[in-house]
């Protein structure tokens, strides 16, 4: 793939520190109503980025309102190819530390109130055994391996829970035992609506603190233990920018080997394409027009 076009979901602080300021905001309207935010295309380097601010300026969208459709389909509609996503996150594993970054490979999706497929008119089952680009994820821990001072683990299972409460302490000892090592929010449907879309997508996960699995230490009071975690955002976030920033400087495995996202829908169209109204056909274009040619 000689084109890329890297697509970010995130906070404003990742778009701040990639220069978003200097970059060009478009809005634009899909079949499935507003993105979060407007899409602002800028430049690292040589590379082409759109970013796009998952729970909105001022954060007032909680993940279960996040437009996640509308976000994936402007997305796709700017060109974007490759998607690195970041989010918050509780830690399951005692190695798993706050502050730490995560590479995930894996997902268990608890989530129930979502809008989960682009495709409402015709049944469209794409292959989703490796939720999380292999490509991209090769990608970043490259980059994770010249960073100094921040631990990145290769691999992790993350459990997307609806919310926006947080875990019960059993729902969090379940989870456990579930095998999952990561519990969050965000990811889901967003890996799925990326692959639906084929677009490569990768996430870096932030752990921010240990859930309520894990006591905390004896005395210390609900605002002091938010201070902290507000804390390990902040400095999780940095981590993750630099993380980014420094993948961003070679793009060379995105060129040179395709995603197999970028085929999702060879064999996932399972109707009768004469089938499918031309009206539907050409809502969804940006996304499967490639299929009706």
């Known amino acids: 793939m000689s084109e890329v076009k890297i697509g970010l979901i995130g906070g404003t602080g990742l778009g701040d520190a990639l220069g978003a300021e200097d970059g060009k905001s478009v809005e634009i309207d899909t079949p499935f109503g507003e993105p979060s935010s407007q899409i602002t295309q800028t430049r690292w380097g040589d590379v082409d980025v759109a970013i796009v601010q998952r729970h909105g300026p001022g954060h007032v969208l909680n993940p279960s309102r996040v437009p996640y459709r509308a ?167 940095a981590n993750s920018v630099s993380l980014i920033k420094q993948a961003l400087q070679d793009i060379t495995p995105l060129r040179d080997q395709p995603s197999p996202a970028h085929s999702a829908l060879d064999l996932a169209i399972w109707s009768d394409k004469a089938g499918i109204s031309r009206d539907e056909v050409d809502r969804l274009a940006p996304l499967w027009g490639r299929c009706f040619d």
């Open 71 to 237: 976000n994936i389909f402007a997305l796709k509609s700017l060109g974007v190819t490759h998607l690195v996503a970041s989010g918050a996150t509780g830690s399951l594993r005692e190695q798993i530390k706050p502050r730490d970054l995560v590479i995930i490979d894996q997902v268990i999706d608890k989530t129930y109130k979502r809008d989960n497929t682009f495709y409402e008119a015709a049944a469209v089952h794409v292959t989703f055994d490796e939720p999380f680009c292999p490509i991209m994820r090769r990608w970043l821990l490259g980059a994770a391996a010249t960073l100094e001072g921040v631990t990145v683990h290769d691999g992790g299972t993350y459990v997307c829970m609806e919310g926006p409460a947080f875990s019960t302490k059993a729902e969090s000892h379940m989870h456990r035992q579930w095998g999952g090592d990561l519990i969050g929010m965000t990811a889901m449907p967003e890996a799925r609506l990326a692959r639906e879309a084929e677009i490569a997508y990768a996430t870096v996960a932030l752990p921010t603190d240990y859930d309520c699995w894990r006591p905390h230490e004896p005395g210390i009071s609900a605002q002091d233990l938010l201070t902290e975690i507000l804390g390990h955002v902040q400095h999780a976030t």
